[in-house]
């Protein structure tokens, strides 16, 4: 499946193909013909496996684990708590996804720069889209970063919204990256240079007390 939000790209390259195909040369419309099939591969929107176990947590996007890190003080989570931050890059699918059933309790946007997804301080400068879930078992922020190729965070979702594990619920155009901050009491499972896979791959296991 390609998503929706992917066909204006895809059309946009296949207009200007056919334009310069007719009117210049065929042989100079191959760039917006592999311009295009990239759109239709970057908006790719593949089925998931989740895990049906309630008490692991999934990864919330596709990429590459940049890091773990402890967090002090998280105001949604309110407890101490693990952040894991993932790069996607220009070739992973986009597609955010719920890392646990629950309810979307607080939601917020911040505009800002755009620096390359991978800097330390993208989650303080670039453009951000952060949901925070919560069920009876705990709370965990994700928060979507704009990259320096991305130029639009996309949120399908809103407060009081439920979701299901492994939900779609945005999606990040070009390069980004993602953030989720769980609480200590979830053993994290994955480790920097990890890859993941949105929906499937188990970030976290609530830890037994």
């Known amino acids: ?14 207009g200007v193909a056919v334009f310069i195909g007719l009117v210049v040369d065929p042989y100079w419309a191959i760039v917006p013909v592999v311009l295009m099939l990239y759109f239709a591969y970057f908006f790719r929107d593949p089925e998931r496996e989740i895990p049906d176990d309630e008490n692991v947590i999934v990864s919330p996007a596709d990429g590459k684990v940049m890091e773990v890190v402890p967090v002090a003080d998280d105001d949604f989570v309110g407890e101490p708590s693990n952040k894991v931050v993932i790069f996607l890059s220009i070739f992973d699918v986009h597609i955010n996804r719920s890392p646990m059933k629950g309810i979307i309790k607080i939601q917020s946007y911040i505009c800002g720069r755009f620096r390359p997804a991978y800097k330390d301080e993208v989650g303080f400068e670039n453009e951000r889209h952060m949901i925070g879930i919560e069920n009876d078992k705990m709370r965990v922020t994700v928060t979507q970063i704009a990259g320096i190729l991305a130029r639009r965070i996309i949120s399908w979702v809103t407060i009081d919204d439920v979701l299901e594990k492994g939900e779609r619920y945005g999606l990040i155009k070009f390069g980004s990256c993602t953030e989720i901050v769980m609480p200590q009491r979830v053993d994290v499972l994955v480790k920097k240079g990890d890859k993941v896979i949105g929906g499937e791959t188990i970030i976290g296991r609530i830890r037994d007390v």
Do not use: E, V
């Open 1 to 14: 499946m390609i998503l929706k939000d992917g066909y204006p790209f895809i059309l946009a390259a296949l």
